[in-house]
């Protein structure tokens, strides 16, 4: 059993920067992927970036690839997420999630958090 919790949404103004971060709490065993999904008003879900825990190796959605970094401590208990050059286009709850079937397509992941909101104003 996997609770995720989100950190670090708000405001920032079109070209800032803003950092999420997911705090894993584990209470069985450890996680062997960790991600983001956002949804923006008005449109489905969608995934962005997924890290595999250990190897470390990473995923983006074109739409962030370039922009976003997702990384992990030591522990792979917390997953960061580091936005930058935002656009309104990045206005979204963005959601961390765990445990993917598979990272590169973003798919099945059994753990999702409540979601934190992140505004990109011009």
């Known amino acids: 059993l996997i609770r995720l919790v989100e950190s670090g949404g708000g405001s920032v103004q079109a070209g800032g920067s803003l950092n999420l971060t997911c705090i894993a709490h584990?209470?069985?065993?450890?996680?062997?992927?960790m991600g983001w999904f956002r949804q923006a008003p008005g449109k489905e879900r969608e995934g962005i970036a997924c890290?595999?825990?250990?190897?470390?190796?990473?995923f983006y959605s074109d739409a962030v690839k370039g922009r976003f970094t997702i990384s992990q401590d030591a522990t792979y208990n917390r997953a960061i997420l580091q936005m930058e050059s935002l656009t309104p286009d990045d206005t979204a709850i963005y959601y961390c999630?765990?445990?993917?079937?598979?990272?590169?397509?973003?798919?099945?992941?059994?753990?999702w958090g409540a979601g934190t909101q992140v505004t990109v104003s011009t």
């Open positions: 999630a765990a445990e993917f079937r598979q990272c590169s397509d973003f798919g099945g992941p059994s753990y």
């Open positions: 584990k209470y069985a065993y450890s996680t062997h992927s």
């Open positions: 890290i595999y825990s250990g190897s470390g190796r990473t």
